[in-house]
C-alpha cells in the first residue's frame, strides 16, 4: 500500500493547479492514466475568460455567463469564478505563461471576444493556450520534490468506509492500475481529488482527447456522490470534417475574429437562425448546423476566414493553419469543412465552493465537477477558469483541514478472476455504446430516442459488468465500464427534464418551462448528503 497526504487523480490543468498550490506544504501524489500531457486542457485553443480590461467589469462577466446558463447557474459560484479571474490569470503569468501581448492594450495582453462574451475578455497565447499552459505548468510539476507523479496509473475505484467496514462517508483513497505492470495498487490518502476531465468519449464524434471517458463521475457516483445536470453536454458547432483529422477542433475565436458559416454553394445561413449569426452562442450554432445538414443532406458545412489578411490568419491562428495545411486546406485562400462534435460535460459530481464533494476527503475539480458555474450551458473560456480557481480552492480547503492516511486498507481482490477470453466484447461494446448516445442522445433529442438508447444500456451494462467481475480488469475494461455508467447518468438525467433549456434540446418538449430545477442524481436515495452545494432541484 503506498501513503500520500494528497491524491490527484488526473493531469489537466484542474489536476496541475491543486498540486501546484498543495505542494509547498503536502506531500502529492499525482497519478495519469496516460503521461502527464495527456488531456484536453492541452487541446484548449480559445483561451481563458476573466475580467482584466478596463472597459469590462465583474457584472458584465456574471451576467454573460448567466445568460448562457439559461437560468441553471448558482449564482454564488458564478459571481466566486469571476471576481478570482483577475487572480487567476495573474497566477499564470507568474509561473511564465507566455501569453499573447499586446502593447496597445491596457492589460498588455491581446484579448480576444468569443460567442455569448458581450466584449472581449479571452486572454491567450496564439491558438493554442492550452498547450502553453500544460507546459508552463509540467515544468513546475516535474521540478517539484513534492510531487510525485506517476503516468501510466488509470484510477480504478474510490476506497470508501464501506471497504474498512466503517459507515463514515469518507474516501481512504484509490485503486489503480498500473498500465505497465500490470498491477492493482492499493493507494492510501488523506485528501483525493478527482480532477479526471469529460466524458466526451460517450459519443462518436468528439473534440476530447481518448482519456475523457468519464472516469471520475463514474468514480464518484459509485462512491455515493450526487452527480448533477448531466443532460447538459455541449456540442461545439466546429470541428475539422476530414477523414484523417481525428478530433481537430476549430476555435470558436475564428468566428469571434469575423469567420463566416456557410453551405457549399456559399450562401451563409446563421442569420435565419439567430440574430447574432455566427457569433450567437455554441448551443445555437450546433443546432443551426445540424438543421441544416439534415435537411440538405450534408456531410459538413463551411467556416470561411479567407476574406482576411493572410498575415492576420497566420498569426492569429497558426496551428490551425497549419493542422489544415498538412490536410491539404489552405484557410488563407478556401473554407474550412466543419461538422459538431460533443466538447464539453456541464453536469458532473456535486460540490461546493471548496470543491468538496458529498463523501468527506473527497474533492472534485475542473471538468469533472458540476459547481454550478455552467447551469445549462457553458459559456465559452470559462472552463478553464473554473480548473483554475477551483483548483485553488480546493487546495486552500485541504490545508486548512487535517487528517491522515487510514493505517490500513484490504488490497485489491484479484483471486477469483481469470484472464479475458474474447476481447472484441469490448471493442464492440465501445463502438456500439457511441453510435447509438451519438444517433438518439445527441444534439436533438426524444421521448422515443432516449427510451431507445437507456433499453441498449441495460443491456450493455449488465454484460460490462459481467466481464468485471470475472476477468482482471485492463485499461479498456475500466474505461468502457465508466462510459457505460456514465452513458446512463446522461439518459437518465435527460429522461427527467421534461423541457428544452440550454443544451438539452428535445422535440417533444421544445418550450422552456418557467420553472426549474436542476437535474440531481442520487446514488443513494434517501441518504442525507453532508456539505455539497444546495444546487435548486428538479422534482
Ligand atoms: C479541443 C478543445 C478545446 C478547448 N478549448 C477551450 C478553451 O479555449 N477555453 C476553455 O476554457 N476551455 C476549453 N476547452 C475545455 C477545457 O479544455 C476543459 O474543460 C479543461 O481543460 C478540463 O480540464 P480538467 O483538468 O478538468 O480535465 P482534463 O484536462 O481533461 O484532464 C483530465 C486528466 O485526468 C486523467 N484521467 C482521467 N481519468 C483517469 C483515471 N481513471 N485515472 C487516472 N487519470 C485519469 C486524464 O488522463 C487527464 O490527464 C476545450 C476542450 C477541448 C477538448
Sequence with gaps: MERTDVLIIG???????????????????????????????????????AVLADNDSIEAHIRDTLVAGAGLCNERAVRFVVENGQAAVQWLVEMGVPFTADAASSTGFHLTREGGHSTRRIIHAADATGRAVQKTLCTQIRDNPNITLLEHHIAIDLITGDKLGRDDRTCHGVYALDNVSGQVKTFAASHTVLATGGAGKVYLYTTNPDVATGDGIAMGWRAGCRVANMEFIQFHPTCLYHPHAKSFL????????????????????????????????????????????KKRGLDSVYLDISHKPAEFILEHFPTIYERCRALGIDITREPIPVVPAAHYTCGGVVTDLAARTDLTGLYAVGEVACTGLHGANRLASNSLLECLVFGRAAAEDILASAGAPPANIPEWDASRVTDADEEIVLSHNWDELRRFMWDYVGIVRTNKRLAR???????????????????????????????????????????????????????????????????????????????????????
Design 11 to 49: 493531469s489537466g490543468l484542474a489536476a496541475l493547479t491543486t498540486a501546484l498550490h498543495l505542494a509547498q506544504q503536502r506531500r502529492v501524489t499525482l497519478l495519469t492514466k496516460k503521461t502527464l500531457q495527456d488531456s484536453a486542457s492541452v487541446w484548449a485553443q480559445g483561451g481563458i475568460a
Design 453 to 539: 438508447a437507456a433499453s441498449r444500456i441495460r443491456l450493455l451494462n449488465e454484460e460490462i459488468n459481467e466481464y468485471y467481475r470475472n476477468f482482471r480488469v485492463s485499461n479498456d475494461l475500466i474505461e468502457l465500464r465508466n462510459l457505460v455508467l456514465t452513458a446512463d447518468l446522461i439518459v437518465r438525467s435527460a429522461q427527467l427534464r421534461r423541457e428544452s433549456r440550454g443544451l438539452h434540446f428535445s422535440r417533444d418538449y421544445p418550450d422552456m418551462l418557467p420553472v426549474t430545477g436542476n437535474t440531481v442524481l442520487n446514488p443513494r436515495p434517501g441518504r442525507v448528503c453532508p456539505g455539497a452545494c444546495d444546487l435548486p432541484t428538479l422534482d
Design 250 to 293: 476549430i476555435t470558436e475565436a475564428v468566428r469571434g475574429e469575423g469567420g463566416l458559416l456557410k453551405l457549399p454553394d456559399g450562401a451563409r445561413f446563421m442569420a435565419a437562425h439567430d440574430p447574432r449569426a455566427e457569433l450567437a452562442p455554441r448551443d445555437i450554432v450546433a443546432r443551426a448546423i445540424d438543421f441544416e445538414m
